[in-house]
């Protein structure tokens, strides 16, 4: 039995995702890509000067071709996610602009080294199912930054990545580097390797980049991930359910332009919603109506029968502290209990704003038991309990039993020496040191002794060629060094 949580009766479902079509078709979406507003117009919809008005049909056809299942591959070829049912996975929030230094106290821009260092440590801590394009790094052209992203992802790690485009551009030389270190097109198509985020832009907005890249990933056969954003009263209705139902409206749009591209290619219902701050006028992650909304609709999602996404297991705060841990912590369970396939943020700081490698050390352990917590209680034995407790009142102690040697491990996870658990005299001897100071040491051993599968010689040659031609396209001497 695995813990769940729910927020809507099946009344409420249907009734969110009823309103949902008749949104699309009374009011309908803006849409800025002539090519998605061509394949919309050909199967029906009505066109008219951008604004897009999709009949209930159209939706229900495009639902039937979406899978309801998404498998992605690391650099061995093995599983590493299986998006779908109530199955969970855990990868670090992406695009972060800043980078929490804790040597200075505060955030700065990263650089090639902080992306290297980022990627290397995600790629050795188990929680984290996939690696993500976490950092912006302020030292290549920001026209190119998305694609060298991808770039020392795939030279640092084995792990699939969670990545997007910034610029329609983008999308061929980035697809150039993921087919080349999976062993090419096709075999990039049957087995992929990354995940590519597509946003509209709320209320019922595609731009011409969201579309192109919904359309790339259809018929490249890379799994698209919707990320809709609506903010309660600010960018969408106030109430939760009216998010809700937005953002419900939004990302069927999405599916029915991504099914319209190539039907059955694998996209998955996602978003990044937040309860806006009326008072500082911020849109909090950590707040508990983001977490309700983020649960919400990923009930709807399932509802649908399409594998599911979030923003969760993330933190406001500025730096790595009591908030952090307290945000991330509380977020990472209700996504577990909400069954969320694919859970993007740990790490994150500062409304997304900010990753922290300190943070993301420490969340694989929330991650890890929330991981263990959506396994729920197994009844290991039959009777349960009843011979084991006459055998350890015969020896006054169950310590030594072999039932107890059997399953302690199983029963329970162990976390790692970022989280204390020892007396306080141990404490003491140790240094007297807080979470955040473990976890930097913890930080220094990784990056100083993990080695990351790289791929071979012919796939890093080729990668390392796209790359060097976008940097030369950006005007650039050449790539920051790589230590």
């Not at 259809?218 to 600010?234: N, Y």
């Not at 310590?399 to 007396?423: C, D, N, Q």
Request: charge should be negative; aromatic fraction near 6%; proline fraction near 6%.
């Amino acid at each position: 039995m695995m813990p769940r949580v729910e927020f809507f009766t099946g009344h409420d479902r249907k009734k969110i995702v009823d309103e949902a079509k008749t949104i699309l078709e009374k009011i309908g979406v803006f849409v800025e890509n002539d090519e998605a507003a061509a394949l919309l117009d050909g199967a029906g919809a009505k066109v008219e000067k951008g604004r897009v008005r999709i009949h209930a049909d159209l939706v229900e056809r495009a639902l039937d071709t979406a899978p309801e299942r998404i498998l992605l591959y690391d650099r061995g070829g093995d599983v590493a996610m299986d998006l779908g049912g109530d199955r969970i996975h855990f990868n670090p929030g992406s695009a972060a602009l800043r980078i929490f230094d804790p040597s200075i106290g505060d955030a700065r821009t990263p650089v090639t080294e902080d992306v290297v260092r980022f990627v290397t440590l995600t790629d050795a801590l188990p929680a984290y199912a996939a690696q993500s394009t976490g950092l912006i790094p302020g030292d290549v052209p920001e026209a190119i930054a998305d694609r060298y992203r991808v770039y020392l992802g795939l030279l640092h790690s084995s792990k699939p990545i969670v990545t997007g485009t910034f610029r329609v551009e983008a999308f061929e030389p980035m697809h150039a580097m993921l087919s080349a270190a999976a062993g090419g097109d096709e075999a990039l198509r049957k087995k992929p390797i990354a995940i590519f985020d597509c946003c509209p832009s709320p209320p019922l907005m595609w731009s011409d980049l969201t579309c192109q890249a919904l359309i790339d990933c259809a018929r490249t056969g890379i799994p698209a991930e919707l990320v809709s954003m609506p903010l309660t009263g600010a960018t969408s209705p106030v109430t939760l359910a009216g998010a809700v139902t937005q953002h419900c409206a939004e990302n069927l749009s999405g599916i029915v332009i991504h099914q319209l591209a190539l039907p059955g290619s694998p996209i998955i219902y996602g978003g990044s919603p937040a309860c806006f701050d009326m008072r500082k006028g911020t849109t909090p992650m950590g707040a508990i109506e983001t977490m309700m909304i983020d649960g919400a609709y990923a009930e709807i999602g399932k509802y649908l029968g399409v594998p599911t996404h979030a923003y969760m297991a993330l933190s406001d705060s500025k730096p790595v502290d009591y908030q952090a841990g307290m945000e991330t912590a509380m977020v990472a369970i209700v996504a577990s209990v909400s069954g969320i396939n694919n859970i993007s943020g740990p790490g994150m700081l500062d409304f997304e704003s900010c990753q922290s490698l300190e943070k993301l050390v420490l969340d694989n352990e929330i991650c890890a038991m929330a991981l263990r917590l959506a396994e729920g209680i197994t009844l290991r034995d039959d009777p349960i309990a009843l011979p084991l407790i006459e055998k350890g009142l015969e020896k006054k102690e169950f310590l030594s039993l072999p039932h107890t040697m059997k399953w302690f491990r199983r029963e329970a996870y162990m976390p790692g020496e970022v989280i204390e658990r020892g007396t306080l005299d141990e404490w003491r001897s140790k240094g007297r040191q807080d979470a955040a100071k473990r976890a930097s040491a913890r930080v220094a051993e990784i990056l100083g002794s993990h080695m990351p599968m790289l791929p071979d010689d012919g796939a890093a040659a080729r990668i390392e060629e796209i790359m060097a031609e976008e940097a030369r396209k950006a005007g650039m001497a050449g790539l920051p060094r790589i230590e």
